[in-house]
């Protein structure tokens, strides 16, 4: 099992930056898949971004050559830069960790609006 912890959500205007964090526990950390995912109002829950093990990433259409996704081992931390945001981003973002079952974090709030 594994507890994701999700930080550095806000209120951003259209255009500006942002970038979340999700502190794992555990020490296997650096062989767990790892990924972002986002939840609007009345929308399902949908994939950002994610990264392997081996530092491969995926990323949604609506967010590529604008989001970023890392992971540093050492920290037991993964990461989304978000740039150029956009209103419609506007959403609860959560961290997951894919350990045989997916387990998620407990969302950070990104709204954009200027």
């Known amino acids: 099992q594994v507890q994701l912890v999700e930080s550095g959500g806000g209120l951003v205007q259209p255009g500006g930056s942002l970038r979340l964090s999700c502190a794992a526990s555990g020490s296997i950390f650096s062989i767990i898949p790892m990924g972002w995912y986002r939840q609007a109002p009345g929308n399902q829950r949908e994939l950002v971004a994610r990264i392997t093990a081996a530092f491969s990433t995926d990323y949604a259409d609506s967010v590529k050559g604008r989001f970023t996704i890392s992971r540093d081992n050492a920290k037991n931390t993964v990461y989304l830069q978000m740039s150029e945001l956009k209103p419609e981003d506007t959403a609860v973002y959560y961290c997951?960790?894919?350990?045989?079952?997916?387990?998620w974090g407990q969302g950070t709030q990104v709204t954009v609006s200027s």
């Open positions: 997951t960790a894919d350990l045989g079952a997916r387990f």
